[in-house]
């Protein structure tokens, strides 16, 4: 790693080693102290809202694995990791920062084509490659095992995402120039299903699931989870908005008829509890704005969240990047341009009041992988291996927007990031390929095992009433 960045390390064997010497007791307390020391304030503010999340957590192992994502750096923070060593380059890319099966899925992008791809990037960061593709398979480790797949199958589901990772990298390091997307035309099997059914899916269908007509006009349906918001809020809210418009780059406004258009009016606003696992207490707004034309189907809907710190910053100290990552709605703004292919068009950040948010559409045609029909072996074999590339290309790819990046992001100096972030992995694996898969699916296996694990200890200390606050 660069002289500028560090990781916090306190031991010298490897984490997962650690994990598996200590006792069910001096787990459970750590679980309990890590939880204690980053959501202290938050249960404070909030018990009832992270009764809720932990009582999701508590229901089944993925569920407490989606949600500790701050309990699997804590762990990593003292791995000594050799593919790093071997390039401390590769200990400072983007990652996404949560890469768990169900962060995949479809979008459609600022060119109109439907994409599968990785998504949910509130987690992103700089930091070792490593780390994403170790929680990527302990994550596949948790489905499968779910799914009744003896020990055997699991390491090969394992095995085959990793290797279609390594493969991928490698594609993109001899050909450097060749585009990647996982589109209609490039996917097949249970991907190329999702996009398909995504591509049926009705915008104004999916307006009506939200809002009503009422005199002639949309306006957002109430409910005990999204309520008015009052006149103060809504003109900090207005005041927000139009400070996120100018975040969205001006190429993405050139030649699209929604922008040439537009006249940013806004319909309507409410204010929206989030049920999601790492959102407890949280609350998000929703905006109806006027679409293109006054005729009532293309009108837009957009939310404005409160952008969380990622857990990754918690152990990785990067003082340059932490002087432009201080906005987390502008940081994971950055995350997504640098890897996904081509970002969705109304993506943004902005400021409400005094909380950096993050702002997108909240749109028809972006659906998230479910993993509840696929139970076939082969399918899921198939499903991985997109996985595996999927991932490579968040490494290796750096979107063209990267170099038209929104707001003060074109200030941030990518010297800090490797050039040829895809040479720079290929680097670090150098000629042990089999050796960093049989690593990779090594820990996959054995963290998964200890997730299943702490995921019991867990569900015994919040049951007990072991977790202060509660």
């Known amino acids: 790693m660069s002289t500028a960045a560090s990781i916090e390390t306190n031991a010298p064997e490897k984490a997962i080693h650690r994990i598996k010497a200590q006792s069910d007791e001096e787990r459970s307390q750590i679980i309990i102290d890590v939880f204690v020391k980053y959501f202290g304030d938050g249960i404070k503010a909030n018990p009832a809202a992270f009764r809720g999340r932990f009582r999701k957590m508590a229901a089944t192992p993925f569920n407490f694995y989606r949600g500790s994502a701050l309990l699997f750096y804590q762990d990593l923070k003292v791995d000594q990791d050799q593919w790093i060593n071997a390039n401390p380059a590769a200990g400072n890319i983007f990652i996404h920062g949560d890469l768990h099966a169900e962060n995949f899925g479809t979008y459609l992008d600022n060119h109109g084509i439907l ?82 059914e995504t591509r049926v899916k ?38 927000a908005f139009d400070d996120y418009v100018r975040t969205i780059p001006e190429y993405k406004k050139k030649g699209s008829k929604t922008w040439e258009s537009y006249t940013y009016n806004i319909k309507d606003v409410v204010a929206r509890s989030s049920p999601g696992i790492g959102s407890a207490g949280k609350v998000s707004y929703s905006i109806l704005v006027e679409g293109p034309t006054e005729t009532l189907e293309n009108d837009i809907v957009l939310y404005m969240k409160p952008a969380q710190k990622s857990a990754i910053s918690y152990v990785i100290h990067n003082p340059e990047l932490e002087q432009y990552f201080q906005h987390d709605g502008l940081r994971t703004v950055l995350c997504s341009y640098a890897m996904q292919s081509v970002t969705p068009q109304w993506l943004g950040y902005t400021t409400l009041g005094t909380i950096p948010c993050l702002v997108d559409e909240v749109t028809a045609h972006s659906e998230d992988l479910d993993w509840d029909d696929i139970n076939d072996l082969n399918d899921i074999l198939e499903v991985v291996t997109y996985l595996g590339r999927a991932t490579a290309k968040i490494h290796c790819v750096a979107d063209s927007d990267c170099v038209n990046t929104p707001g003060d992001v074109s200030c941030l100096p990518f010297s800090i990031i490797p050039t040829h972030t895809e040479k720079t992995i290929r680097d670090a694996v150098g000629s042990g390929e089999e050796e960093f898969v049989n690593e990779m699916v090594e820990f996959g296996m054995l963290y998964g095992k200890l997730v299943r694990r702490d995921h019991q200890l867990f569900f015994e200390a919040f049951r007990n009433k072991h977790i202060p606050g509660l």
């Not at 398979?137 to 390491?155: P, Q, T, Y």
């Open 202 to 239: 009705s915008h104004v269908e999916h307006l009506n699931t939200m809002t009503v007509i009422e005199d002639y006009d949309r306006r957002f349906i109430r409910s005990k989870m999204i309520k008015d918001v009052d006149e103060n809020l809504r003109a900090q809210i207005t005041q």
């Open 115 to 196: 994409n599968f791809d990785v998504n949910d990037f509130d987690e992103g960061y700089c930091g070792p490659f490593t780390w994403d593709v170790k929680r990527l398979l302990a994550s596949l480790n948790l489905v499968a095992h779910s799914k009744g797949f003896s020990d055997a199958e699991i390491e090969e589901i394992l095995r085959t995402c990793a290797q279609a990772y390594v493969k991928q990298v490698e594609a993109f390091c001899e050909h450097p120039e060749q585009e990647f997307s996982l589109t209609l035309k490039t996917t097949s099997g249970k991907i190329k299903k999702i996009l398909n």
